[in-house]
């Protein structure tokens, strides 16, 4: 990755033309400030980046299923040892 500063993308434009060949990092105070790249390599990115949250709330769905599930069990034991204790009673 590149490194160039803000004031020098705004006076030499054509910098932008290396984003196609490798990411370029804009500096601002000598502080990284953004990232330029080629826009297919951020559509690949973006698609990634949807799938993998798309397979995290898969996964917190099951997880949420599995401790409803969970709770229920505990819940059916609970009331089944209460209704053996009364009976007794």
């Given at each position: 990755m590149h490194t160039i500063s803000a004031?020098?993308?705004k006076q030499n434009s054509t910098r932008l033309q290396e984003a196609l060949r490798d990411d370029i990092l804009i500096t601002k105070r000598d502080k990284p400030?953004?990232?330029?790249m080629d826009?297919?390599?951020?559509i690949k990115l973006k698609t990634i980046?949807?799938?993998?949250n798309n397979n995290?709330?898969?996964?917190?769905?099951?997880?949420?299923?599995?401790?409803?599930?969970?709770?229920?069990?505990?819940?059916a034991l609970l009331d089944a040892t209460l209704s053996d204790g009364l009976d007794d009673v």
């Amino acid at each position: 990755m590149h490194t160039i500063s803000a004031t020098e993308i705004k006076q030499n434009s054509t910098r932008l033309q290396e984003a196609l060949r490798d990411d370029i990092l804009i500096t601002k105070r000598d502080k990284p400030f953004v990232v330029v790249m080629d826009y297919e390599k951020y559509i690949k990115l973006k698609t990634i980046e949807n799938k993998w949250n798309n397979n995290k709330e898969s996964d917190l769905a099951k997880e949420a299923k599995r401790i409803k599930k969970s709770a229920f069990t505990e819940h059916a034991l609970l009331d089944a040892t209460l209704s053996d204790g009364l009976d007794d009673v």
